[in-house]
Structures are given as C-alpha cells and as structure tokens.
C-alpha cells in the first residue's frame, strides 16, 4: 500500500482490509462489534474515499522525502510498545484486569435489571448511556462539520435522462432493485431486534444509509435525493439527538437521574426496555441522517480546480 | 518465556498501530494520509477486542445454556468508536476536498511550497507598498 501510486488500489486494498478485522472480531466473539465494522469500513468508509478521489485526483506523486527518517522513529516507537506489553495479561486470560471490575455486574446483572439478553445493548443503551448521549453528539458535530466545509447542493431539475456515475449496467440494476427492498427491512429489523440480537441503532442507521447508497450508485445521480431530500437531513439528525436527550428529561422530570430510564414506567425492567428502544431510535436517526448527509455532500460537490 | 506466545494479540496491534503511523509521518498525500489514520485506528480496536476476550468465552448474549461470556464492556466502547470514525474521518476528508479546491493539490510539499511562495510575493507587495510611501 505504501508503494502504491494509484489511490484507487489503496482504498479499495482498505475495505478489503476492514472486511478482515470484521471477521477477526467475529472470532474474538464481538458479533455487534463485527457487524459494525462489516457496514462502516467495508461499506460506507470506501464509498466516501472514492467519492473523494473523484474531486481531488486518483493519482499520487512519487515521495519527495527519504523513508529512512520515519522508519527510525517508527522502528524506535513499536519497539517501546512491544517492549511494554511483556508485562501485559494473556490473550483470553479471565483474571486479566479488564474482566474483575464492573464487567461481571454486566454479564450477571444486564439481563435481569435491564431484562434483554444482548448485553451489549444493555450496557450500551442503558447502563453507559451518558457516553451513548456524548458519542451521538459527537457523530451529530463531526457531520455538521461536514456540511459546513462542503454544503449540500440542491438537486438541478435534470432535462436530459439521469445517468448513474458507473455508467448503466444491467445487471447492478437488476440485482440491486432486488437487493434494496431487503437491506432496508433488514436495517429495520436490526434496529428494533437490538435487545434481543445483534445489532442496535448505530448498525442499523448506518445499513439503512448504506441502502440509499447503493441506490445512488447505481440507478444514477440524484435518485436517493428523491426519496430523502437533502434539506429533510439535518432536521432529521437534530431529531434524533432530542429524542434521546428527551428520554434523558423525561426521566428528570420523574424525579430520577438522568437517563434512568425505570422512571419511564411502573415496572422497573418495563421502563428500561421503553428507554432503550427509544434511545437505540434516536441514536439509529442521527446515524442514519448524518451518514447520507455526508455521502450527499462529498458525492454532490462539483470538480473544482 | 513460555507465556510469550499469549501476547501475539498486543504485537498484531503494535505493528498495525505502527504501519499506520509509518504511512501517517512518510506519505504526502493527504488521501493516503488519512488512510493511515484510520489503520492507526483499527489497531486501537483490536487491542481493545481482543481484551476483552475470555478464553472459552461466547459472544456476550444471554443464553440459559452458557456460563463464559466475553467481556462487553470493550465491545461498547469500540461499536461506538467505528461509527464515531468514520464521521471523524469524513471530516477529514471533506477538509481534503477543501484543500484541493483552495491549492489544486493534496501533496504536502505542493502545498507548503505554494503557501511559501504566497507568503513572499506578499512580503514584497508589502516591502515595495513601503518603498513608495517613502
């Protein structure tokens, strides 16, 4: 990759990379982990790399620098990591300290406080939700930014037949119309099913997203636009923002801390599903929205030199 | 000594985690730049997945007829952190995009040479514009 002029080739060399690691979490038993990394590297990170190789240029310069300065101190570097991790625990070692503190209340617990057996939602949704509220946020601002740096062009009415950027090929057609209709259920039932399997609102925004995409791509510029219009997007990841900080007041405003979600009715267990449901939703919106937000912008834009 | 082979886990980490940085300090282009980062990145979560790993553990979902679970707690903070990526890194890449518009580059040394370049014939219009006022 680092010989490589062609940037094409890298990007494409990344997904295949991300696709990888995906299945190496697979092994290392994170399924929603390797769900994630399946969507977003392979997926969604390839697609906005190569909408920016479009406005900037496919080819790289040959280096103008020496590699043997950077090999030194990268050389002088991992040899210190490698040199701190001979006291580290073992690979699946269970009295390593990352498992003693509050993972066994997690494992034990999670099921019956929260009363869903992914316990990876429950710690997500529930018992980590401040930090779920903060990573929202921060994927809210990060797509602000985006916006703000490239803005979102509005859809010219088109007099000539719309062309797809890879050009009209028969068979990405047919087989994506039948493909499509299935990746968005899918997504819907990754969002909902959360609690119960794999998966939750991050996987599922980013797949739903991921479906228009591939719509994009293929049936030609300006066709997801149709079905979400640009303008809907930005209102659509506030949205999503205020329903999980909602949830957080409501259960203010029942007297308890916020983002405690028994607040949200009798029964305790009862409450905490509401609550995460309803914050899986949020957070599956904003993901949604910003993800197609950015593909909109970096795929819109105009080749400006 | 015997134990070494355990620790393969932190060394695929280190040399993910410094082939990224290799590409990060070495490369002049900005596109390959951030690939870089985001390599630097996925070593950052495999290390914390592969913490998270109990040996004979399953996946961390309910079931009556497992007792070993991994930890999740690492498996959390990394679902985030991919999705939290890839919106950072758009972000880079439309400061990119910018770029290119603003110099008709995304090389290093193009760009610093074309600031250079800005910056003196700014410093002579400012020396000649005192020149004549005197």
Same mark, same amino acid.
């Given at each position: 990759?680092?010989?490589?002029?062609?940037?094409?080739?890298?990007?494409?060399?990344?997904?295949?990379?991300?696709?990888?690691?995906?299945?190496?979490?697979?092994?290392?038993?994170?399924?929603?982990? #390797?769900?994630?990394? #399946?969507?977003?590297?392979?997926?969604?990170?390839?697609?906005?790399?190569?909408?920016?190789?479009?406005?900037?240029?496919?080819?790289?310069?040959?280096?103008?620098?020496?590699?043997?300065?950077?090999?030194?101190?990268?050389?002088?570097?991992?040899?210190?990591?490698?040199?701190?991790?001979?006291?580290?625990?073992?690979?699946?070692?269970?009295?390593?300290?990352?498992?003693?503190?509050?993972?066994?209340?997690?494992?034990?617990?999670?099921?019956?406080?929260?009363?869903?057996?992914?316990?990876?939602?429950?710690?997500?949704?529930?018992?980590?939700?401040?930090?779920?509220?903060?990573?929202?946020?921060?994927?809210?601002?990060?797509?602000?930014?985006?916006?703000?740096?490239?803005?979102?062009?509005?859809? /010219?009415?088109?007099?000539?037949?719309?062309?797809?950027?890879?050009?009209?090929?028969?068979?990405?057609?047919?087989?994506? *119309?039948?493909?499509?209709?299935?990746?968005?259920?899918?997504?819907?039932?990754?969002?909902?099913?959360?609690?119960?399997?794999?998966?939750?609102?991050? /996987?599922?925004?980013?797949?739903?997203?991921?479906?228009?995409?591939?719509?994009?791509?293929?049936?030609?510029?300006?066709?997801?636009?149709?079905?979400?219009?640009?303008?809907?997007?930005?209102?659509?990841?506030?949205?999503?923002?205020?329903?999980?900080?909602?949830?957080?007041?409501?259960?203010?405003?029942?007297?308890?801390?916020?983002?405690?979600?028994?607040?949200?009715?009798?029964?305790?267990?009862?409450?905490?599903?509401?609550?995460?449901?309803?914050?899986?939703?949020?957070?599956?919106?904003?993901?949604?929205?910003?993800?197609?937000?950015?593909?909109?912008?970096?795929?819109?834009? *105009?080749?400006?030199? | 000594?015997?134990?070494?082979?355990?620790?393969?886990?932190?060394?695929?980490?280190?040399?993910?985690?410094?082939?990224?940085?290799?590409?990060?300090?070495?490369?002049?282009?900005?596109?390959?730049?951030?690939?870089?980062?985001?390599?630097?990145?996925?070593?950052?979560?495999?290390?914390?997945?592969?913490?998270?790993?109990?040996?004979?553990?399953?996946?961390?979902?309910?079931?009556?007829?497992?007792?070993?679970?991994?930890?999740?707690?690492?498996?959390?903070?990394?679902?985030?952190?991919?999705?939290?990526?890839?919106?950072?890194?758009?972000?880079?890449?439309?400061?990119?995009?910018?770029?290119?518009?603003?110099?008709?580059?995304?090389?290093?040394?193009?760009?610093?040479? *074309?600031? /250079?370049?800005?910056?003196?014939?700014?410093?002579?219009?400012?020396?000649?514009?005192?020149?004549?006022?005197?």
């Amino acid at each position: 990759m680092i010989r490589l002029r062609d940037l094409f080739a890298v990007v494409i060399l990344f997904g295949i990379y991300s696709l990888m690691t995906a299945a190496l979490f697979m092994d290392l038993d994170a399924v929603d982990v #390797a769900f994630t990394e #399946a969507a977003v590297g392979a997926g969604i990170t390839t697609v906005l790399m190569l909408s920016t190789l479009r406005l900037t240029s496919r080819w790289e310069n040959s280096p103008a620098h020496s590699p043997v300065l950077p090999l030194v101190v990268v050389s002088i570097t991992g040899a210190a990591l490698i040199y701190a991790t001979l006291d580290a625990p073992l690979l699946g070692d269970p009295a390593a300290p990352a498992h003693q503190h509050v993972a066994p209340r997690y494992i034990q617990q999670g099921p019956v406080e929260v009363g869903m057996p992914n316990m990876v939602t429950a710690v997500l949704a529930s018992y980590r939700g401040y930090d779920t509220f903060g990573e929202t946020f921060v994927i809210f601002t990060a797509g602000i930014a985006v916006l703000l740096l490239l803005g979102i062009r509005q859809p /010219q009415p088109h007099p000539r037949p719309r062309r797809a950027a890879i050009g009209d090929q028969i068979v990405l057609r047919v087989v994506v *119309k039948l493909l499509i209709p299935l990746i968005l259920l899918y997504a819907l039932y990754v969002q909902i099913h959360g609690d119960y399997g794999a998966g939750g609102g991050f /996987q599922a925004g980013v797949i739903f997203a991921t479906g228009l995409v591939l719509y994009d791509l293929v049936f030609g510029e300006d066709c997801a636009r149709l079905v979400v219009p640009a303008p809907w997007l930005p209102r659509l990841a506030s949205l999503g923002v205020l329903l999980y900080g909602g949830v957080g007041i409501v259960s203010l405003l029942s007297g308890r801390p916020f983002l405690d979600y028994s607040a949200l009715s009798h029964d305790p267990v009862h409450g905490q599903h509401m609550g995460v449901l309803l914050v899986e939703l949020g957070v599956g919106i904003t993901v949604f929205s910003i993800i197609l937000a950015i593909y909109y912008a970096l795929s819109g834009r *105009k080749v400006r030199v | 000594m015997s134990e070494l082979p355990g620790l393969y886990n932190y060394w695929v980490t280190v040399f993910l985690m410094m082939a990224g940085f290799y590409v990060v300090i070495s490369q002049g282009n900005l596109v390959k730049k951030l690939v870089g980062l985001a390599i630097f990145q996925t070593s950052v979560f495999i290390l914390y997945i592969s913490l998270g790993k109990v040996a004979g553990g399953n996946a961390p979902i309910f079931d009556a007829t497992i007792t070993v679970y991994s930890n999740p707690l690492p498996h959390v903070l990394i679902l985030t952190a991919i999705v939290v990526g890839v919106a950072t890194t758009s972000v880079g890449l439309a400061l990119v995009v910018r770029i290119h518009e603003a110099y008709g580059s995304v090389e290093e040394d193009e760009i610093q040479a *074309k600031d /250079q370049h800005d910056e003196e014939s700014q410093w002579e219009a400012g020396s000649e514009r005192q020149a004549d006022d005197r």
